[in-house]
């Protein structure tokens, strides 16, 4: 059994943490901050990259640079929602066959859960470096505004990182808790 941890996966940024006895401690990126840019790219040498990495090349690579996943993720393609952040981002987003939301990073298609789940397994990785131990139970915190479709799909994401989603609860909550 691993260490539990918990996720605050955020629009822009992302934090990891656990419990040490009673004291809940912040899990540094490998550069040493306490969060980590909640964004998945690839270089154009085919190499995909997360967290700040991937942040620093959103001007130089944007086509292949993708952030805001949160504010697509469990939305259908036809929303209004959809249609002004398209507007705002520099890669593709298109509509899958079933009207759910499709991402186009470096020539291939992804639905928003794989591309929460890269990012996921990223946190996953970097708990788990620095833990030294594998990660047990996850609980993920979203917004409070998240329907069921969004929590629902943020729990996949986890479940494609790997991760043993316990609880997916409203950041307000989990400020709360804290």
């Not at 996720?7 to 940024?13: P, V």
């Not at 550069?31 to 270089?43: D, H, K, M, W, Y």
């Not at 130089?60 to 981002?89: A, D, M, P």
């Not at 620095?130 to 047990?136: D, M, S, T, V």
Request: aromatic share 6%.
């Amino acid at each position: 059994m691993g260490k539990n941890i918990g996720i605050d996966l955020g629009t822009t940024n992302s934090c990891i943490s656990y419990l040490e006895g009673r004291e809940a401690l912040v899990v540094p990126n490998p550069e040493g901050a306490r969060v980590i840019p909640s964004v998945v790219a690839q270089t154009h040498e085919k190499k995909r990259i997360f967290g700040n990495a991937a942040k620093r090349q959103m001007i130089t690579n944007s086509k292949n640079t993708v952030w805001g996943i949160k504010r697509l993720i469990g939305r259908k393609f036809g929303s209004s929602e959809i249609k002004e952040i398209g507007k705002r981002v520099g890669y593709d987003i298109v509509e899958a066959a079933n009207g759910d939301i499709k991402v186009k990073l470096a020539e291939n298609l992804y639905s928003t859960e794989e591309i929460s789940g890269m990012f996921l397994g990223y946190l996953k990785g970097i708990a788990e470096n620095y833990l030294g131990e594998a990660i047990g139970d996850t609980v993920v915190t979203v917004p409070a505004f998240f329907n069921d479709a969004q929590r629902q799909a943020t729990k996949v994401a986890g479940e494609i990182a790997g991760l043993n989603v316990t609880r997916i609860i409203n950041e307000p909550t989990s400020a709360l808790i804290a």
